[in-house]
């Protein structure tokens, strides 16, 4: 049997970044897979070009059942010990819209400096391999693989979410917690598309395609960014927001004019003693499919002139308030992230360490620390691995 002191499980943005820091102590770590390809999530983030982190991180860019709990690590490895790494690397990148950072060329540069850094620090990487049982023993663990067995003193599991079964996702993680006791935040797919109920789903599909930029809201929660109506439903950076904070049942309200007041410009326009007809009046702002499936016919065809008061409310709100409850989402097929996870009320903030199980770590999306869309999740990945990496 190998003896090794850190195992890892998961070999990809939280699991390597972990091996690099405990392979830099001086540790014998070895990373396992079941995957054929280490980094497999990093090389399809952001379109190719990895969004791997953002200018602007703070606590309040995560979901979390603890909002406190991701703030130590996120400060002890920040965005800017990330983009350092990259910097040495001579990794070109820019920057777009919220701060979002992501590779010029491809997101195979950052799988090759993880890459190159486990040589560095002598992390052997093993893949192809599926964990059958793992338990605890006097001094770690004992864990029995398809490739025989191992023990190690400390064991970190980097596992992450359920989305993408494709990628290589699975409950490995979960799993894991409840053997040892740990409680679990419900998980849910989270950074997802929504999908529509029938008649809604025939309503908007001919406007497939139309992006537009709104102020989309549920509940607990609002986001300024672009609303892409799909033959499927509705996506675009506003609705994967939205999705991590979505209750099934409740109804999303979009804003698809947030930066003008829709009754004071039909007032001034028929004081002005426009002739326009309303929905000439409002094509100016809308795409007119989109106007003409949300508003009725008779209202779109009266002249500005003839508005009532009651009329010009109804098209303010229908088009500053419109109101729609989704189906559900996607799922796990194409959600990007997995909300909810390992309880943090079980791990330490600064270590990851299960405060009742030693030497058990849990790092990444595996616990329930969730990201907002704009590389806030592989930086979570890159904090909480690195600061599992100085213990393990
Ligand atoms: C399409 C897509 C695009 C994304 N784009 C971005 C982006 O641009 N910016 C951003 O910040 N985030 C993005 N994300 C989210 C980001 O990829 C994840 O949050 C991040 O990869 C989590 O890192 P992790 O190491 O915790 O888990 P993962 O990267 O999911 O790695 C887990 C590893 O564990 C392995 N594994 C799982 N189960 C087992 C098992 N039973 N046995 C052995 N090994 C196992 C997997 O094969 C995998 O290699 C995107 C996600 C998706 C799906």
Known sequence: MDNFDVVIIGASASGLMCAIEAGKRGRKVLALDHASKICKKILISGGGRCNFTNLDVSADNYLSNNSHFCKSALSRFSQWDFIGMINDYEIPYHEREHGQLFCNDSARSIRDMLQKECVKAQVTIQLNTSINKVAKQDNGFMLKTSQGSVSCRSLVIASGGLSIPKMGAS????KIAEQFGLPICQPIAGLVPFTLHEQDKARFAPLSGIAIECVASCPSKSFRENLLFTHRGLSGPAMLQISS?????????????????????LDELKQQGSRLQVKTALAQYLPKRLVSTLLEPDLLEQPLAGLSRVQRDQIASSLHNWQIKPNGTEGYRTAEVTVGGVDTNSLSSKTMECTSVKGLYFVGEVVDVTGWLGGYNFQWAWSSGWCAGQYA
């Open 171 to 174: 409950p490995f993680g979960y």
């Open 245 to 265: 904070y979505w209750q099934p049942g409740e109804n999303l309200h979009i804003n698809l004019l947030p930066d003008l007041d829709l009754a004071e410009m």
